[in-house]
């Protein structure tokens, strides 16, 4: 399948993304690594990395240069939305940019409605604060606010809200602390340990790193690994407060009492701002403050140590697995390609070795080459079939043409007998009428339709370098030599193109032979040999 560079680097690394996030929680269990101040720091690195993979590692780029006409002889783009012939070719899957399409769609759909969202919380939060009342000085818990504001060393305004069933910190210049009704009827150490940790938010400027969290949960809530990773920050970030307050208050039990309190009726507010406690967090929380968090500096050195060490390698070996490709570069089209100075061998000296059975050849031919589009289709009847093609390919296709389609097992001729003028998603269809049925159970084939034909061109198979480009191009190719052992880069000029050919205008001539399949990563070698 066919997929947009864009798409291609999403999905791969989107991968590179969840094998590190995959590693470092591995790592962190196996190591035990349990200071949360660490764990902070450990989290937004690894964060920090995963965005800036795509700038780090190499990229795979294809350089596609135009050759000297001003402008494409055919007004499609024929390999970005058909596929080159594989082992089976009668079984093919074009729509590739049509799902990318779609994909990418829904993701930009999602962060608009969850941006709504996040804008209406937003919103909610000063409506909160607007409906909320301010604690009296005369009430109980007054005094143990102002112990709690002179403990902490921040400043903050206390406010009982009836519509949050749990205490909710926003604000920066003029920070608000909104505590539920329930609040003041809890004894005095379990108000002060709760106050002390709303506080303590405040005195850290966590309402900050919550607002930057959420903006990433918008751009990225497709990514699980990536909103697997805010959620450790997030708790990590609250186990450091956790313990800060037990420190400051030596009231271990009162707060661990508070945390069951309000983790027993725990409503979700949908605002963007960190509640008291989230209940999936309260295990691991509480935890964390029951046990005695011990770890030598020589032993937590060691143990990041060896995160980074092995979290380094897990990188180099995602690159590795899932590399990104970058656009492919097309100069102007009134400069012919000039191809690099490769060598014939690597920097020991090894002049690289490639299987044939692992690559795809073709070999040059003269004679009439017919020009095709091709995409998926659905068996409207047993005679009758509804092809689906982008609309930039539909112009060149026209009632009456011939056309066919392709199941698994068979091939069955047909013309065009219809050409629809609606636009769907960018996509238009033309129905297919068959000289011979096809079963009713074959639901989705392959269509084919044939547009025009290039009389006594001088074609070969479509490369796949050809996949990003319109029109005359220059490409560098490797040519078979030397009875088929070895491979030598030329460069080619091609027009026209087809769903599974192309024409050739200078640099090679019929009867020569060269490889089809990508070969990107032989960029730097002028020879190769082949293997048999």
């Known amino acids: 399948m066919n997929l947009p560079v864009w798409f291609y680097d999403l999905l791969f690394w989107s991968a590179q993304v969840a094998l590190l996030a995959l590693a470092a929680t591995a790592l962190i269990r196996l190591l035990r690594i349990r200071p949360p101040r660490a764990l902070v720091i450990h989290w937004r690195v690894l964060l920090l990395v995963s965005f800036l993979l795509p700038v780090l590692q190499p990229w795979h780029r294809q350089t596609i240069a135009a050759g000297t006409d001003a402008a494409p002889r055919l007004p499609f783009s024929p390999a970005v939305h058909m596929l080159m012939p594989l082992a089976n070719p009668h079984w093919r899957f074009p729509r590739g940019a049509m799902i990318a399409e779609l994909t990418g769609f829904l993701i930009l759909l999602g962060v608009i409605v969850r941006f709504a969202f996040f804008v209406l919380g937003l919103l909610k939060l000063q409506q909160l604060r607007r409906a909320s009342s301010p604690i009296p000085p005369g009430v109980a818990c007054a005094g143990v606010l102002d112990q709690a504001r002179t403990l902490v060393g921040a400043q903050a305004e206390f ?8 205490p909710v910190t926003f604000g920066f210049s003029a920070p608000v602390i909104l505590l539920p009704e329930r609040f003041l009827r809890l004894d005095a150490e379990s108000q002060a340990a709760v106050a002390c940790h709303e506080l303590l938010h405040v005195h850290r ?49 009162s707060y661990v009492k508070a945390l069951l ?7 979700v507010t949908a605002v963007p701002a960190p509640p008291f406690l989230v209940e999936r967090q309260l295990v691991e929380r ?14 937590l050195v060691v143990s990041l140590s060896a995160v980074v060490v092995i979290g380094g390698a897990v990188a180099i070996l995602a690159v590795s697995a899932f590399p990104l490709k970058a656009s492919s570069q097309a100069p102007s089209q009134t400069t012919a390609f000039v191809a690099p100075l490769p060598t014939t061998t690597n920097s020991l000296g090894i002049k690289p070795v490639v299987n044939a059975n692992a690559i795809w050849t073709d070999q040059v031919k003269r004679g009439d080459m017919p020009v095709q589009v091709r995409g998926r289709a659905i068996l409207l009847a047993p005679n009758q079939a509804r092809l689906s093609l982008p609309e930039l390919l539909m112009t060149d296709v026209h009632v009456g043409e011939p056309a066919s389609v392709d199941t698994r097992d068979k091939s069955v001729k047909g013309h065009v007998g219809r050409v629809s003028d609606q636009v769907v998603l960018g996509v238009r269809t033309a129905d297919i009428t068959l000289e011979s049925p096809l079963p009713t159970r074959t639901a989705l084939v392959d ?36 009875n088929g052992t070895q491979a030598q880069r030329v460069n080619v000029r091609f027009d026209h193109a087809s769903a599974t050919t192309i024409q050739v205008l200078s640099g090679l001539e019929p009867g020569d032979t060269i ?9 730097q070698f002028s020879r190769i040999q082949i293997a048999r």
């Not at 497709?222 to 800060?244: M, T």
């Not at 490889?515 to 960029?523: G, V």
């Open 286 to 299: 509480v935890s964390l403050m029951l046990k005695e968090v011990r770890m030598s500096r020589t032993r």
């Open 447 to 482: 269509g084919m339709v044939q547009t025009t034909t290039l009389p006594n061109v001088i074609y070969v198979g479509l490369p796949a370098q050809a996949a990003h480009s319109k029109g005359p191009i220059v490409l560098s190719m490797f040519k078979i030599i030397d």
């Open 159 to 166: 406010r009982v809200s009836t519509e949050v069933d749990s």
């Open 261 to 267: 309190e309000f983790a027993s009726r725990n409503r």
């Open 515 to 523: 490889i089809l399949s990508d070969m990107s990563k032989y960029d």
């Open 205 to 253: 400027r966590d309402w900050f790193h919550h607002l930057g969290e959420e903006i990433l949960r918008v751009g990225f809530w497709f990514h699980p690994a990536i909103l697997w990773v805010v959620s450790r920050v997030r708790l990590s970030r609250e186990q450091v407060v956790d313990l800060e307050v037990i420190r400051l208050t030596r009231a271990r039990r």
